[in-house]
Structures are given as structure tokens and as C-alpha cells.
């Protein structure tokens, strides 16, 4: 039996892919100690193809299914792993060459009860939209948080291009919920929280990640980030996570405070203000004046985040109406909201 098990899901990235694996390729640890399990999820672009002539120094089983989305990718790639552990990459992930020896290590340290989480860090070598590039920098906040002792790693961390778990846990959960297409991987780890499993933060198992979205599918995410933490509360039995938000929301700069009040269930002058910071972020980024770049990218995901949740809540008068922050219970999940 492999020591462990790399479950890639993937979608017409072929390049991607095939760097992915080339990199697992050149891992620290034998390839005959551990399984890849490549699932393609409805892929349209050769990758099928390549996947059923590979002939690379891996052990692989590739599943070629419909496109689902990644929930179902990556429960037909556990559910199909033989190992007893589990790890997670994402196609868009190049892991370096010791990651894997690290996740394992973590594991022989902590037993079988915990999730290891890896960072996935910006690669020098690649030229990222200035909206992605934002998206990095808030995730190497959270990395550089954990690694200094400031707080410890929670559910929310559970990002599933760099992540490893007992194969066991993942059954008894029953795995990814299908119905979210985002945010499918926290609402697991809060499961998983739920049942006492703790999570591991390990800087040294790094994979770079080489992330590619456009701008209009960027600004979707936050929305349906927000939508999300209201069904996870109000359906999923998360009833922490709304008042958390909201502290969060009061923690937030005075300037993201009113841009978000003013913009709520106003599409015309939300779009202004999109256009408006998008265009100041790029003009930002080209000048090299990163802060205020970030500045601008975070007022775009601040709108449309708390858009998907006074959208899902019911509306603007709602989420305004919300009791007030010093009215809320604290919670050690408190740290980090969506952006910062």
C-alpha cells in the first residue's frame, strides 16, 4: 500500500497538468511510496487522451468523468485513493520537491487526527493579474500569521490545492458536498471541526501556485463567498460563522465600511465603483505602489462579498439592521475574515 495518496482534480489545463505531475515526478520521497489518483473532470482539451497514454515514473489512475464540478472530482478521487491518507493538489499547483515527504512527516508528528495545510505561494516566475496577485497577497498575510505564532491554523485555512487528512475522516463526513461549487472545502472542514480534528499549519510544504482568472470571474468569487457563509450558518448548523462575519465587517477599514453600506442593492453604483477600482488597481499596480493596489482590489471583493450575503439574508435593510458587533459572542474562529 502507498504511504499516501495525491488526489489532483483537474479541468482542461493540460499544460498545467502536465507540469504538475512532472513535478510530483521529482519528489524527495520514492515514487513507489506514494499513488496519484488524477481526476479529469469532464476535460475537453487532450487532457483524456494524454492521461490514457501516460507513461511518466508515477503510479497513476486516472478517472475521466463528466464535468461535475470539483466537489465530485475530488470525492471520486479519494473515494478510488488506496492509502490512508489523503492529499489534495490542484492542477494549478506546482509542489516542490520535499512537499510531500513534508505532509507525511507532519502526520508521523500529530497522528492521524489533524489536517495539514501547505502554503500556496506566489511563484516568481509567473506574471499574475494585479487581481490575482491581491488574492496571493491575502493568503501570504494568513501564511506569514501562522508561521509567526500570531494565531493558529483553523477550518477557514482549509484550502484544498495543498492539504492532506486521513482517508477515514473524509469517508465518515461523506466527503465534499456537491451542491456548493464554491467554498466546497471549507464547509468540509467545518464539519470536520465539528468532529474534534485539528489543523496543522506546515510552511515548508510549499507549492507555488499558478493561478489564472479573469477578472469577471474573480469578482464572482467573493459574491459567492458571501452567499455561502450565510447558507453554511442559517442551513448547515454553523451558526458561528454570521455574527463572526459581522465582527469582522466592524474590524474593517472606515472607507470599506461606507463603500460597502453605500453600494448594497445598488447595481448602478456598485458597477461604478468596480470599474472605478479595477482601473485604479491596475493603474496601481503598474506604478509599482502595491498597498494602494491592494487597497483598490480589496474594496471590489469587500462590495461583492457582503452583496452575496445581504442578498442571501434577505436584503440590504437586513444586513443593515444586524445587532451590533459588541452585541455578539466571541469566537475563536474569528481570524481571518475573506479580505482584509
Keep these: 500500500m502507498p504511504a499516501i495518496s495525491v488526489v489532483l482534480p483537474t479541468y482542461n489545463r493540460l499544460p498545467r497538468l502536465k507540469r504538475v505531475l512532472a513535478a510530483l515526478e521529482q519528489q524527495t520521497l520514492p515514487t513507489d511510496q506514494f499513488e496519484v489518483v488524477v481526476v479529469s473532470d469532464g476535460s475537453t482539451d487532450g487532457s483524456n487522451k494524454f492521461l490514457k497514454q501516460y507513461q511518466g515514473r508515477l503510479t497513476l489512475t486516472s478517472i475521466l468523468k463528466e464535468n461535475g464540478g470539483v466537489a465530485t472530482a475530488r470525492n471520486a478521487g479519494?473515494?478510488?485513493a488506496k492509502s490512508d491518507l489523503v492529499l489534495f493538489i490542484d492542477d494549478d499547483v506546482i509542489p516542490e520537491p520535499d512537499l510531500i515527504e513534508h505532509h507525511l512527516k507532519q502526520h508521523q508528528i500529530h497522528g492521524r487526527d489533524v489536517v495539514i495545510i501547505g502554503p500556496m505561494l506566489t511563484p516568481p516566475d509567473f506574471d499574475m493579474a494585479p487581481w490575482v496577485l491581491w488574492e496571493q497577497a491575502m493568503l501570504e498575510k494568513q501564511y506569514e500569521a501562522m508561521t509567526e505564532g500570531l494565531w493558529e491554523p483553523t477550518a477557514r485555512q482549509f484550502y484544498t490545492g495543498n492539504t492532506s487528512l486521513a482517508r477515514q475522516h473524509l469517508v465518515e463526513a461523506n466527503g465534499f458536498d456537491p451542491s456548493f461549487r464554491r467554498a466546497e472545502d471549507v464547509e468540509l472542514a467545518y464539519?470536520?471541526?465539528?468532529?474534534g480534528i485539528r489543523f496543522v499549519f506546515d510552511s515548508q510544504a510549499i507549492g507555488y501556485h499558478y493561478a489564472d482568472r479573469s477578472f469577471s470571474s474573480w469578482i464572482n468569487i467573493p459574491y459567492a463567498y458571501g452567499r455561502n457563509d450565510v447558507i453554511f450558518c442559517r442551513d448547515k448548523g454553523q451558526t458561528w460563522l454570521l455574527p463572526i462575519m459581522y465582527r469582522e465587517f466592524?474590524?474593517?477599514?472606515?472607507?470599506?465600511q461606507l463603500l460597502v453600506k453605500g453600494a448594497l442593492d445598488r447595481p448602478t453604483l456598485q458597477n461604478?465603483?468596480?470599474h472605478l477600482f479595477k482601473g485604479s488597481g491596475r493603474l496601481f499596480h503598474t506604478?509599482?505602489?502595491?498597498?494602494?493596489?491592494?487597497?483598490s482590489y480589496s474594496a471590489i471583493f469587500n462590495v461583492r462579498y457582503f452583496q452575496g450575503v445581504a442578498d442571501e439574508i434577505g436584503g440590504r435593510d437586513l444586513f443593515l439592521t444586524y445587532p451590533a458587533v459588541e452585541e455578539l459572542p466571541h469566537d475563536t474562529r474569528s481570524k481571518p475574515g475573506p479580505a482584509a
Design 78 to 80: 479519494y473515494q478510488n
Design 272 to 274: 461604478i465603483l468596480v
Design 191 to 195: 464539519r470536520l471541526d465539528a468532529k
Design 287 to 295: 506604478l509599482n505602489i502595491k498597498k494602494l493596489a491592494q487597497i
Design 250 to 256: 466592524e474590524e474593517r477599514n472606515q472607507l470599506i
